[in-house]
């Protein structure tokens, strides 16, 4: 007995294309055959979905958001709820968040926090980047590989969060990651050098005169470049597994290759929005909205993040979802009279950018030919799930869960945040014409997306536990 039957469609994996049928049992993929196969195994309550003319891929997987992050004196906007509806309707049908701890908390306590966010709220799956801000959180990295959650993650800056690891942490969490068989994500930015540049343009003057600049200004491409460079040098002495996030420059990328060309497997993630903004969006009046860090670049930084795409230098494409209004960006205001000024260093930093992952990367990359569609595929799903140790997501094949999304190619819409799932009242994509929304969105068989609206009613996304492969 059937239940669905995704019919006719051009199925496109990671490896291949071909028109055909999708059997589906419950939450789980049973086969793939030419169009027609499954016709004698229908049943009247089999359901069938008509995807002629249409492209289907795996339920793609955003592995780096903060929904409802407290963070920079707020809290993100988008949590559980809304992220995932604008996951689904992207084509994202899994989220990795990471799941930091509070002042004086264990990993354990962290987890079951990020847990009461997502439980019964998520319509999509979840797990978690365990945040080893402390010393003695690294005790805990094997009982957490242990449990399902084997890729942690350090942040070099964010001292006024609590939030920095230093050199020795992401050297000794190597070593774990090494013995355990985990993984280390860095947030990789130079945090000392990074310090005496913003304290040297921090002056009422200065930030009267630049404004949203500064953020910029005091954040040149030295600053990932040389924390990227360091923290392979300490992957390349431990042995330990390293997996930079939101690699933002050109220099990060050319970094990557020569630990390839050495022998280093160091994997980097790049994310949307360092494929398509350059740092012209701080010039104009709204430029602090898009303040995130690291920011946004130069266009021959996008080219060489392209190019890393291709090359794979990059393998994997995320978003850094940290969503935060308009009247949150506006905490950087200093005063509200003639005499005011906006201070960068109090922005929320981060963006919004669950809705249009997979329509930003289908747009630029497979409709203007940087990339095929299978590559797409393999960025945003298939190396996901198996960098992350998600092993039943990422693939059309039978035994993997039915998690798929459906795209019309012929169709195109404007971005306009109004339409969008994100609670954010702004886009950084406002006004583009991008295809690669999803039509139809499954999760685990459950229909969450049909005809591009989102018609789930309720919340079944569940933690699951992942496991990383050998080397
Ligand atoms: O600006 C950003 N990226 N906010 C989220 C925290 C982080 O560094 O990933
Ligand atoms: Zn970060
Ligand atoms: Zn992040």
Redesign the pocket.
């Known amino acids: 007995m059937l239940d669905t039957i995704i019919s006719g469609g051009t199925v496109h994996t990671a490896g291949a294309s071909f028109v055909g049928d999708i059997a589906i049992q419950g939450e789980t993929i049973v086969s793939v055959g030419a169009p027609g196969s499954f016709a004698r195994s229908a049943t009247p309550g089999t359901r069938t979905i008509d995807a002629r003319g249409m492209d289907v891929i795996p339920g793609c997987i955003d592995v ?1 958001v ?1 929904l409802a992050l407290p963070f920079c004196g707020t809290v993100s906007c988008d949590d559980f709820d809304s992220g995932s509806r604008a996951a689904a309707c992207g084509c994202v049908t899994s989220l990795i968040d ?1 799941a930091i701890p509070g002042p004086g908390q264990s990993l354990a306590d962290a987890h079951n926090d990020w847990m009461s966010k997502a439980a019964g709220r998520s319509f999509v799956d979840f797990s978690w980047h365990m945040a080893t801000t402390k010393r003695e959180h690294l005790h805990e990295i094997p009982a957490c590989i242990e449990r399902g959650l084997p890729t942690f993650k350090q942040f070099m800056i964010y001292e006024s969060e609590g939030w920095n690891a230093d050199d020795a942490m992401m050297f000794e969490a190597l070593e774990l990651c090494r013995a355990h068989r985990g993984m280390m994500l860095v947030h990789a930015e130079s945090p000392r050098v990074l310090d005496l540049l913003i304290r040297r343009f921090h002056t009422p003057e200065l930030m009267r005169t630049f404004g949203a600049k500064l953020h910029p200004i005091t954040r040149p491409n030295f600053i990932e470049a040389e924390a990227i460079e360091r923290c392979i040098h300490w992957s390349a002495v431990t042995g330990g597994r390293l997996y930079v ?2 690699m933002s420059t050109g220099e990060g990328a050319d970094l990557i290759a020569a630990a390839h060309a050495r022998g280093v497997p160091v994997l980097a993630e790049t994310c949307a929005q360092y494929l398509c903004l350059d740092d012209r969006v701080f010039d104009g009046p709204e430029g602090h909205l898009f303040a995130c860090c690291p920011q946004v670049k130069k266009q021959s930084d996008i080219d060489r993040l392209w190019q890393g795409v291709q090359r794979g230098e990059v393998c994997i494409v995320s978003t ?1 979802t ?1 969503s935060f209004t308009r009247e949150q960006k506006g905490m950087w205001r200093q005063g509200d009279g003639p005499n005011s000024f906006g201070d960068w260093t109090k922005i929320p930093m981060g963006l919004p950018g669950l809705d249009t992952l997979v329509p930003l990367v289908y747009s630029l990359g497979v409709r203007q030919g940087r990339i095929s569609i299978n590559r797409l595929v393999d960025l945003c799903a298939t190396t996901p799930a198996r960098v992350m140790g998600l092993n039943r997501k990422g693939n059309i094949a039978p035994g993997f869960d039915a998690d798929l999304a459906i795209i019309d190619p012929a169709r195109t819409e404007e971005v306009d945040w109004r339409n969008l799932q994100s609670r954010c009242d702004w886009s950084p994509y406002q006004g583009m014409r991008l295809g690669g929304f999803a039509h139809t969105t499954l999760a685990r068989g459950r229909v969450l997306v049909s005809n591009h609206r989102f018609v789930a009613d309720a919340p079944h996304g569940r933690l699951v536990e992942r496991r990383l492969q050998p080397d």
């Open positions: 780096h903060h990471f996030v939101h850094d940290c």
